[in-house]
T-cell receptor
């Protein structure tokens, strides 16, 4: 039982490059989320998908786009990476709103 | 701005003692509260969640919620060096899909 799987684990980009972070969950959860974690800032919500077919902005959506490909998969795209997007990115899922989040192992992204 | 506040620590306790971690939240509409443990370089791992006022126990862990005071705490009994980690408190409100996280309290259990 893998839970929430994120790829890649590490990535280095140059300013202006694009990339997609992949996330898949096998727990049959309805809701999925993308967070970023920066020192001293805590976890901040980028985008979420309450259910298959829906996506909504979180606290810090600028510079990102998401796709809920199906119930299992939720991807995060950086179209033109900036140094301010250097962070650790976590995907999470929950069975429903207000229920516990289950996190993936994270992607450590560095933008130079 | 809805906030969850935690003392950043470090909170140092000797092995075998009780560690008490505290968290306050600003949104009176918050309904669910979560404690996560995060080891350095790893992802947050759910320890406990609590929805109702009072205490909830699970093994060595007890979560306490006081909605009137907007206060959540986590007690760890018989603390072990393996409990040394950062503990994140989070609050959520039904219908928003938004979980507000504190910045975490770093716990050090001294052998």
């Amino acid at each position: 039982n893998a839970g929430v799987t994120q790829t890649p684990k590490f990535q280095v980009l140059k300013t202006g490059q694009s990339m997609t972070l992949q996330c898949a969950q096998d727990m049959n959860h309805n809701s999925m989320y993308w967070y970023r974690q920066d020192p001293g800032m805590g976890l901040r919500l980028i985008y979420y998908s309450a259910s298959e077919g829906t996506t909504d902005k979180g606290e810090v959506p600028n510079g990102y786009n998401v796709s809920r490909l199906n119930k299992r998969e939720f991807s995060l795209r950086l179209e033109s990476a900036a140094p301010s997007q250097t962070s650790v990115y976590f995907c999470a899922s929950s069975v429903a709103d207000n229920s516990p989040l289950h996190f993936g192992n994270g992607t450590r992204l560095t933008v130079t | 701005q809805k906030e969850v506040e935690q003392n950043s620590g470090p909170l140092s306790v000797p092995e075998g003692a009780i560690a008490s971690l505290n968290c306050t939240y600003s949104d009176r509409g918050s309904q669910s509260f979560f404690w996560y443990r995060q080891y350095s370089g790893k992802s947050p791992e759910l320890i406990m969640f609590i929805y109702s006022n009072g205490d909830k126990e699970d093994g060595r862990f007890t979560a306490q919620l006081n909605k009137a005071s907007q206060y959540v705490s986590l007690l760890i009994r018989d603390s072990q060096p393996s409990d040394s980690a950062t503990y994140l408190c989070a609050a959520s409100t039904s219908g928003t899909y938004k979980y507000i996280f504190g910045t975490g309290t770093r716990l050090k259990v001294l052998a």
